[in-house]
């Protein structure tokens, strides 16, 4: 399955506290089953939190499935990239 990286701008998200940024994942996770009840391909691996923007990895089969747990959820998906390819330090000695 396609795996995307979503940038979102969300201020002030990163001096968001504990219980904030929990009642968000809970919001997304609500979305995301919601989604997959209706048979949509669509996960939610994690996400970074930094400054005004959060980074998320999702798995799912199509860019547009991003954008309607976008819509649905309210947080904005600003750049959706799918992912190439994954390096790591490993990747030098293979």
């Not at 996960?43 to 819509?71: M, P, R």
Request: charge should be negative; proline fraction near 4%; include cysteine.
């Amino acid at each position: 399955m396609p795996k995307f990286i979503i940038e979102r701008d969300i201020p002030e998200i990163g001096s968001a506290d504990a219980d904030a940024l929990k009642a968000a994942a809970a919001k997304s996770n609500a979305v995301l089953a919601e989604m997959q009840s209706e048979h949509k391909d669509i996960a939610w691996d994690y996400s970074y939190v930094a400054g005004d923007k959060t980074f998320c990895v999702y798995n799912c089969a199509n860019a547009d499935l991003i954008e309607e747990h976008s819509q649905r959820s309210g947080f904005p998906a600003s750049i959706v990239t799918e992912v190439e390819a994954q390096i790591s330090p490993a990747t030098a000695k293979s």
